[in-house]
């Protein structure tokens, strides 16, 4: 994605001069392109993505707003913040020979990273088959990597339509924003090249007239000392002079100015912006608060019920297990999820210990056709509904109600154990 800004003008070339000169310093030439996402001292040392950069370009048809997020398996709770804002992704895999089968095993990222995306509800990837040059752009190679893929990606939920495969060369630019001119290539391609592939991507509808719901991934203070804040906008649209409603705080808050590519002084649903506020101190302000329609707030709880689905993870639910708020969507687990199991609850940039609380039943994970009622545990690859209790209010919507905002992910030790819906939602009274 680094190639995009610069080959479209994004970046200048003064820009991307300084970036060279200073990767040559710490002897990470091939490091300049990514720079223009990493921005920090730690990811450029490290020569990692740790947080989720931000970027936007313009193609044929569409503005795209470029969410890149960590692949390293150490942020994968960012990732999932970056992932439940996505409408779409594109899926990085390497084609050196034994460098997808690593990220492919069975606690490899590639992996897991496809698990994440469509449990947070991204409903077309884009996969880029990236560094082919190193295997001389074999075919052979990237038809195998597409099958192993096309097998697996069909088995947690995306339909061949809603997939699509590129061959590229990252460092190189092959097949990135032009047709290939790589005759090894050449010899047997004629897709898309990855801009051309993004461009294909189908827009989702967005909920224009619904209440407005704002989730917030980032606070800092702007210019003339006002403090802003940075994030999606999930449903409804906000405009400079709005009055809305800070959640879990309760805080009244006022719009002063919106920064959204969409349209001067506004920002719409779908959209992902910068709110300039006023009306709130700013300790009040924090990632993964919500702003929302003071007439029609958000729910407020500590205790919801959810579908999950458990998955293939190594570390089990038990009775006390601590877990953080996500939309509970069970993976596949050795050791089952029971009551009292503990765990991280992930939604959007909300990151909670929440508790197992109630087992109400195992379900078919294809028709939810209840099972079996109160059963002891819930095992991998299984689904089930559950009732789980947060160490402090949050707030939440239901599935039914807002798609972005009743998904959540389960993880414990690192690991992502389970996904789910919110069906319920035991709502906190405000005196």
């Known amino acids: 994605m680094t190639k995009f800004a610069p080959r479209q003008g994004q970046v200048s070339q003064r820009t991307m001069h300084k970036y060279e000169r200073e990767s040559q310093k710490c002897g990470k030439q091939s490091f300049m392109y990514a720079w223009v996402m990493d921005d920090t001292e730690e990811e450029r040392s490290r020569g990692v993505t740790v947080d989720v950069a931000e970027r936007t370009f313009e193609t044929e048809r569409k503005i795209v707003h470029i969410l890149d997020a960590p692949g390293h398996k150490d942020f994968i709770p960012n990732m999932i ?175 002063k100015d919106v920064s959204c590519n969409s349209a001067p002084g506004s920002i719409f649903a779908g959209d992902s912006g910068t709110l300039t506020v006023s009306g709130v101190e700013p300790d009040e302000l924090s990632v993964g608060s919500f702003l929302c329609d003071p007439a029609k707030p958000m729910r407020r709880t500590t205790t919801l019920q959810a579908r999950i689905v458990v998955f293939n993870v190594i570390i089990p639910i038990i009775k006390g297990t601590q877990v953080r708020l996500m939309l509970l969507h069970v993976f596949n687990v050795i050791i089952p999820i029971i009551k009292g199991t503990q765990a991280e609850f992930h939604l959007q940039s909300v990151c909670e210990p929440a508790t197992v609380r109630k087992l109400i039943s195992q379900i078919n994970k294809s028709t939810g056709e209840v099972m079996k009622n109160r059963p002891r545990v819930l095992a991998r690859q299984t689904a089930g509904v559950i009732e789980l209790e947060l160490s402090r209010p949050i707030c939440v919507e239901t599935y039914k109600d807002c798609k972005d905002l009743g998904r959540f992910m389960l993880r414990q030790q690192g690991n992502t154990i389970a996904a789910g819906l919110i069906t319920e939602v035991s709502v906190l009274t405000v005196h």
């Open 81 to 255: 913040s970056g992932a439940a804002r996505a409408d779409v992704a594109l899926l990085v895999v390497d084609a050196s020979t034994g460098e997808f089968e690593a990220g492919f095993e069975s606690n490899g990222q590639t992996r897991e990273h496809a698990m994440l995306i469509k449990s947070l509800g991204v409903s077309e990837v884009t996969v880029a088959v990236n560094k082919l040059d190193v295997v001389q752009w074999s075919q052979q190679r990237f038809n195998e990597i597409c099958s192993t893929l096309t097998v697996f990606l069909k088995s947690v939920g995306f339909r061949s339509s809603e997939v699509t495969y590129v061959p590229c060369a990252g460092l190189s630019g092959e097949n990135l924003v032009k047709p290939p001119s790589e005759p090894q290539l050449k010899a047997w391609y004629s897709g898309p090249t990855i801009l051309n592939a993004i461009d294909n991507m189908k827009s989702p509808s967005r909920d224009v007239d619904q209440p407005a719901r704002f989730s917030i991934s980032d606070v800092f203070k702007g210019g003339s000392s006002n403090m802003c804040v940075a994030g999606k906008l999930h449903t409804g649209y906000i405009q400079s002079g709005d009055r809305l409603l800070l959640l879990p705080h309760t805080s009244a808050i006022t719009i």
